[in-house]
């Protein structure tokens, strides 16, 4: 059975930081891409950052570059995510997902499985 199990989040002023982390069970951790999106209250889904396995690259959206940092822990099975510098507008329930179907994109549509999320709060 596969599993997603975040934790890390929380409240913080702006400015400050967090570190997201979500254990990983159930599948092969090292075989997938794997990663984070975030939900704000009446916004869709959107992916925040993602390690991809074909070419051990990253990506993040253009709102958190040069603020978060994505990585892993492969004898942990564990992915994190490293967020500087908060904003108010980085409030969201963040949630760690997998595609184990390989898309080319990551897109919430195309993922497998999900966690059942962190909720970060930043306070103006």
């Known amino acids: 059975e596969v599993q997603l199990v975040e934790s890390g989040g929380g409240l913080v002023q702006a400015g400050g930081s967090l570190r997201l982390a979500c254990v990983a069970s159930?599948?092969?951790?090292?075989?997938?891409?794997i990663g984070w999106f975030r939900q704000a209250p009446g916004k869709e889904r959107e992916g925040v950052s993602r390690f991809r396995i074909s070419d051990d690259s990253t990506y993040y959206a253009n709102s958190v570059k040069g603020r978060f940092t994505i990585s892993r822990d492969r004898a942990k099975k564990t992915v994190y995510l490293q967020m500087n510098s908060l904003k108010p507008e980085d409030t969201a329930v963040y949630y760690c997902?997998?595609?184990?179907?390989?898309?080319?994109?990551?897109?919430?549509?195309?993922?497998?499985?999900w966690g059942k999320g962190t909720l970060v709060t930043v306070s103006s």
């Open positions: 159930g599948f092969s951790f090292h075989d997938y891409d």
């Open positions: 997902a997998v595609d184990l179907g390989r898309s080319p994109y990551w897109a919430a549509v195309a993922m497998d499985y």
